[in-house]
């Protein structure tokens, strides 16, 4: 199994950045995703978790309506796009995957999460 997210990078704020999280190994339409983001020096946090066969997206209230999710079934592919983005986005995102294969209440715990990817940068700085 291997998570892959990529995408990351230095934005300003307002700014918009897609990340991409490759999932092989796995089947999307048993395993949910779920993004998470670790600032320096705070704990991994979980912001979003998208089911595809579940067909529902939960995500925490400080990214409703600026961060959405989707997936490319060609490739196995979750992608965060990321819009209206803030200073305090900035962190390493992660994307893991749940076996759980709904986006449940308690999405925002890592311990949900089967698998993780090696996350990847994202800076929102002027």
């Known amino acids: 199994v291997q998570l892959q997210a990529s995408g990351g990078g230095l934005v300003q704020p307002g700014g918009s950045l897609r990340l991409s999280c490759a999932a092989s190994g796995i089947n999307l339409d048993v395993y949910a995703i779920g993004w998470f983001r670790q600032a320096p020096g705070k704990e991994r946090e979980g912001i979003l978790c998208?089911?595809?066969?579940?067909?529902?997206?939960l995500s925490v209230d400080s990214v409703k309506g600026r961060f959405t999710a989707s997936v490319n079934n060609a490739n196995d592919t979750v992608y965060l796009q990321m819009n209206n983005l803030k200073p305090e986005d900035s962190g390493v995102y992660y994307c893991?995957?749940?076996?759980?294969?709904?986006?449940?209440?308690?999405?925002?715990?890592?311990?949900?999460?089967?698998?993780w990817g090696r996350g990847t940068l994202v800076t929102v700085s002027s």
């Open positions: 998208f089911s595809k066969s579940g067909r529902n997206t």
């Open positions: 893991g995957a749940d076996g759980g294969s709904f986006c449940y209440r308690d999405y925002v715990s890592v311990d949900r999460y089967d698998y």
